[in-house]
DNA sequence: CGTCTCTTTGAAACGCGTCAATGGCTGTGG
DNA sequence: CCACAGCCATTGACGCGTTTCAAAGAGACG
């Protein structure tokens, strides 16, 4: 569990790596436990060190869209490196987890005093710009069906290898996750997921999804849904 | 068309500003003509002085959406003010336009000489950030008539206004632009637009559209349509 | 003045959301 | 340790908003 090796330390000497994590305090979360809820003043960033974060919005009228889930090395609130006022999004564990929390002061003197620990959190937040376009793109012209097998290869890509090519998506998640992933209802989800477990591309149980068969689900992104 | 008064420019002195516009060289656009296409290397960072630009992204089959216009003083491009490789939209000119063109070179340079100018950058990609996470939001969890409506008043908001109350939307707008600002097809828009202008909400030729009653308009956002 | 682009309107099909009802798994408290 | 209470998941039927396809009209440009 060494966040010193992460893609926001990249290219950064030992020595910088240790006074940047010297100005971090530990904090620990439980499971369903609320980090920071949107909207609220960013006063700290974070990164996760075990387990992980759902970060989402809500909207006015109670419905929930996930933005992503945040795994050990991701980062959250990136924004104070920006000077944004608040956080565009919450941050809930869904999990227990450990996370290390940089006040914004101290995140202030450390990018000024390590510009490249600057330009890594930067680089990652431009990602997410990007990311977010990209779903913009998804959801106007693709099917939910394509929606849910792209969102499931990437829950994919950093989940836990099992028995045979299997991968388990690494934290819990359930149908309603997947529809707030994936913008649909958790009926869709459920009809697709029970459909494709017949055909043997994944296998789930309650709160758990583990990919089978990823070449299989790759075709789904292509083809929509026909038999 | 005093670009210096824009918000980039904003806490800047005059000399700052002088300085600034002196890295730039100006250049023409005709209609229609394409300034910088969609993962295009990111060699440029531009702000418009006359006219207006489409900015947009094409899907592998073609399907475009449209991320904003930019009209004088909006930006193009400031990722390279945070190092990215590509853009990561298209832009083009909707009619004869005037941009303001600064190599990335010479961002690099005043952004350190002016922190401050480097920081509106900043502050301005953020917006779009949050703009393009609401922008999932609405395409979620609201219908075809509440976002065209909110679309049209956000165009309204930069139009010229006209007789009475009325606003004109700053510069040419066809079927399809608006269908592919709100994720839909032109003939829904086509079709929604006809209603309005039966209602006295809207007028539109063309081409052009008008808002006649934006308050009548802001209804249709929180009342999906009935009749 | 013809051609091309933009627009309108209708009719039909379809994907997916909504509603309803049921069943299974999980963790907690008696 | 068992049982109850919640939460999570499944499945079917139905309806509605939009897309799709087709065909024709109108304005703009060279």
Do not use: C
Not at 157 to 181: F, K, M, N, Y
Not at 215 to 220: I, T
């Amino acid at each position: 569990v060494d966040i010193a090796q992460g893609r926001l330390f990249a290219g950064l000497p030992a020595e910088a790596r240790a006074a940047i994590l010297a100005g971090a305090a530990p904090r620990l979360l439980t499971a369903r436990q609320m980090l920071a809820p949107q909207g609220a003043p960013a006063t700290t960033f974070y990164v996760v060190q075990v387990g992980h974060l759902k970060l989402s919005q809500f909207s006015p009228d109670g419905r929930e869209i996930i933005a992503r889930f945040a795994g050990p090395g991701d980062p959250y609130g990136g924004i104070v490196a920006l000077g944004q006022p608040t956080y565009p999004v919450s941050a809930m564990a869904v999990e227990p987890a450990r996370v290390l929390a940089w006040p914004a002061a101290e995140v202030q003197r450390l990018t000024a005093a390590y510009p490249q620990w600057r330009a890594n959190i930067v680089q990652e937040i431009a990602r997410h710009m990007t990311d977010a376009l990209d779903r913009v793109q998804e959801l106007s012209n693709e099917r939910v069906s394509q929606r849910l097998a792209r969102t499931l290869l990437r829950l994919g890509a950093h989940g836990i290898p099992r028995s045979g090519s299997a991968v388990e998506i690494a934290h819990p998640i359930t149908r309603q996750d997947l529809a707030d992933l994936t913008s649909t209802t958790l009926f869709t989800v459920s009809r697709l997921l029970s459909r494709w477990e017949e055909l043997g591309l994944i296998a789930s149980t309650r709160g758990h999804v583990s990919i089978l068969d990823s070449a299989g689900l790759r075709q789904k992104i292509d083809v929509p849904e026909d038999e």
